[in-house]
């Protein structure tokens, strides 16, 4: 009986955060997917208007995953700087795959780019969840070396005023 009503508070599965955070996980590698096809296509084909409208689609879609991870620019003059406590991002960067997403996504944002600022500001905001704690399966290890490299080289090609942004 007591296995009954403990099955009775359960959330319905598609209200699990963390199988949420797993599907946007899946979502965001297939828009990533996406944005590596437009980027092999752009290099081996010569387009008339030099693939204006494909980079468009590219940014489109880098600033549409921005977006779904609820990461405002908190500088945006626009009143969009409305705050968010970044619970899917913690969600998703909490998980190995989601870290693969994270170091994928920053490979492909264009260095210096107000959107590389808004990523690394979440980054920075969470720095001890991301490298805080040292894993034992080295899987997880590697995977968190790489996206240090990755962010690293991310902050290498800021200029200084973005970087001191992303540290306040």
Known sequence: FGNAEHKATN???DQ???LAARVYIEDGLCLLLEVDDIDRYLEFNQ???RGHQLKQRRQSLLDSLADSLQLADP???????RSHDDLLFLRIISLPKGRKLLTRYLELIFPGSDLMRIVCMAIFRHL??????LSS???IVKT???????INLCIHDMELGSVS???A
């Not at 500088?75 to 700087?81: I, P, T, V």
């Not at 001890?128 to 704690?133: D, E, I, P, Q, Y």
């Open 16 to 18: 699990e955060p963390m």
């Open 75 to 81: 500088l945006a003059k626009n009143g969009q700087s």
């Open 137 to 139: 399966d080295l899987d």
């Open 144 to 150: 968190t070396n790489k996206l240090a490299k990755v």
């Open 128 to 133: 001890r969840s991301l490298f805080g704690v």
């Open 47 to 49: 387009l008339p208007d």
């Open 11 to 13: 959330k319905p599965l």
């Open 165 to 167: 942004v992303c540290l």
